[in-house]
């Protein structure tokens, strides 16, 4: 599924997506593309780009990939999936992602400090509101994810007590509770559950003992609605999402 597309084509979907509303361009997982990645963005921004661009990634990066990228981007969205190298090496495959992972969100949080602006779509009275309080939009800046696992909250903990110690003020924080139970043949032995009431509310207990405030957590909603359906042209149920660009279609 996709196709390649060229530098020009790349820039012409950031203008189309900036035209639309867009708050950001959001790269997702872009590691293995960097270099013409950094062409593209350098050339919309030539041809007109102004909002952020956002490295939507799973922080297994290197250091040096993180300083090669840092002119081209405003805002690194890394995950920080586990502390445990038992647990990566048994998930996917890396037991060193723990270290490679903290060291490349280290390096973010060095290269790009929290700079907020204000929302391209507030109406007068909403930018007011802002302009006399505080900004809204992050401009620049580090959001650290983690998905909670099911029978793995030492692990939560673990990231946690990380994040409060080494980015809290530096950083936000996002914890999200959507992991789904997938009926699928995978490699590695993934929990069959959702996330019972107990985690959550245990979770929150932590965020409050470690007096992280800075951030978002996702609300406990169980269910599966809100996953991707590839075979559609918009894969999002969303009544928010609508497609500016297909990779059939253009």
Not at 172 to 185: A, D, E, H, N, R
Request: hydrophobic fraction near 40%.
């Amino acid at each position: 599924m996709g196709r390649a597309v060229g530098i020009q084509e790349f820039i012409d979907i950031c203008l189309a997506l900036q035209s639309a509303g867009a708050e950001n361009i959001n790269l997702v997982t872009g590691s293995h593309a960097l270099p013409a990645l950094a062409l593209g963005i350098q050339g919309a921004r030539e041809q007109g780009l102004c909002i952020p661009t956002l490295w939507n990634s799973s922080a297994y990066e290197s250091v040096q990939a993180v300083e090669l990228g840092a002119p081209y981007l405003d805002v690194y969205l890394p995950d920080l999936k586990t502390l445990d190298s038992g647990l990566s090496k048994r998930l996917f495959g890396a037991p060193d992602y723990p270290e490679t992972a903290t060291a490349a969100i280290l390096k973010m949080m060095d290269l790009k400090p929290l700079t907020y602006g204000f929302s391209r779509h507030a109406t007068e009275g909403q930018y007011r509101e802002q302009r006399d309080g505080d900004p809204r939009v992050l401009l620049s800046g580090v959001v650290i994810r983690h998905l909670v696992l099911p029978d793995n909250l030492d692990s939560t903990y673990r990231v946690l007590r990380w994040f409060a110690e080494q980015a809290s003020g530096r950083a936000l924080l996002s914890v999200m509770t959507q992991y789904t139970p997938i009926k699928k043949s995978v490699p590695a032995p993934l929990p069959e559950r959702f996330i019972e009431p107990r985690e959550f509310d245990q979770v929150q207990t932590w965020l409050e003992e470690l007096d992280i405030e800075d951030g978002f957590y996702q609300e406990l909603v169980i269910g599966d609605e809100w996953l991707p359906d590839f075979d559609r042209k918009n894969p999002f149920s969303s009544d928010l999402s609508k497609t500016i660009w297909h990779w059939k279609t253009g």
